[in-house]
C-alpha cells in the first residue's frame, strides 16, 4: 500500500529565507507526486505536480525515485506562502482510479 | 474560472440519521472523487466514480455510504445512518482525466451528535 510522509506539522520562516518543505513517499511502482495548497478559510488547491516539472508562484519540486521523497522549496518565501500543504501521491494501473493518498500535511507560517 | 461547488457547507445531524452531501464537478469533468477530513487527520480518500458506477472504494466506504450522479451535473454522498464517528469535512473532487489533477470544492463540514 502506499503512504505518504511529511515529517514537520510546524515549518515556520522569516520573509525572504529559503524554505523547504518535506514530503517523502512509498510505493513500489511508479509513483504520480502532486503539492496541494490550502491558505486559510479557502479550498484545497493543486499548487505542482511533479509531471509537469513547472514553477508555480516561485515554488519548485522534483521527484528523487532513489530518495523517495518529493520535497517543495522555494529560495525566497513570501508573507503570503503561509498555507497549509499537502503532499499527494497518485499511483497509475491495477486497480487504482486516481485516487490520492495524502500525507499529513504543514502548515508554514512566515513571519514579516 | 469553473470550479467544484458543494452543499451544505455545514450540516448539524443526530446520530443514526441520513444525510446527503452534495456535490457540482466541474462540467466537462468525467472522474469524481469523494475525500473526506476527521478533524486533525489526513484527508482519507473514500471513492472514485466513473460512467456512472464505482471504480474504486476504500475500507471507509462500507454499506452505510454510498454515491450517486442522478443527472447531469450533481454528485452525491449518502450516509444512512450516521455515527459519531462520520464527523469530519467531507471534500468532493472532479477530475478531466483519470489520473490528472484533481480540483477539490470547498467541503462540507458534517457534525453529527
Known amino acids: 500500500a502506499q503512504r505518504v510522509t511529511q515529517p514537520e506539522k510546524l515549518l515556520s520562516v522569516f520573509k525572504g529565507a529559503p524554505v523547504e518543505l518535506k514530503c517523502n513517499y512509498s510505493?513500489?511502482?511508479?509513483?504520480?507526486l502532486f503539492w496541494y495548497v490550502q491558505y486559510s478559510r479557502q479550498r484545497l488547491q493543486l499548487l505542482l505536480r511533479?509531471?509537469s516539472r513547472e514553477s508555480i508562484k516561485g515554488f519548485t519540486a522534483d521527484l528523487n525515485k532513489g530518495e523517495t521523497s518529493f520535497h517543495l522549496k522555494k529560495p525566497f518565501a513570501q508573507e503570503e506562502d503561509s498555507a497549509m500543504y499537502y503532499c499527494?501521491?497518485?499511483?497509475?494501473?491495477?486497480?487504482?482510479?486516481?485516487?490520492?493518498?495524502f500525507g499529513q500535511g504543514t502548515i508554514l507560517t512566515v513571519h514579516p | 474560472e469553473p470550479e467544484v461547488t458543494q452543499t451544505p457547507s455545514h450540516q448539524v445531524t443526530q446520530m443514526g440519521q441520513e444525510v446527503i452531501l452534495r456535490c457540482v464537478p466541474i462540467?466537462?469533468?468525467?472522474?469524481f472523487y469523494w475525500y473526506r477530513q476527521i478533524l486533525g487527520q489526513k484527508v482519507e480518500f473514500l471513492v472514485s466514480?466513473?460512467?456512472?458506477?464505482?471504480?474504486?472504494k476504500s475500507e471507509i466506504f462500507d454499506d452505510q455510504f454510498s454515491v450517486e450522479r442522478p443527472d447531469g451535473s450533481n454528485f452525491t454522498l449518502k450516509i444512512r445512518s450516521t455515527k459519531l464517528e462520520d464527523s469530519a469535512m467531507y471534500f468532493c473532487?472532479?477530475?478531466?482525466?483519470?489520473?490528472?489533477?484533481?480540483?477539490f470544492g470547498p467541503g462540507t463540514r458534517l457534525l453529527v451528535l
Open positions: 473532487a472532479s477530475s478531466e482525466a483519470e489520473y490528472g489533477p484533481q480540483y
Open positions: 510505493y513500489s511502482g511508479s509513483p504520480e
Open positions: 511533479h509531471i
Open positions: 499527494a501521491l497518485s499511483t497509475r494501473g491495477g486497480t487504482s482510479y486516481g485516487k490520492l493518498t
Open positions: 462540467s466537462n469533468h468525467l472522474y
Open positions: 466514480f466513473y460512467n456512472n458506477e464505482i471504480s474504486e
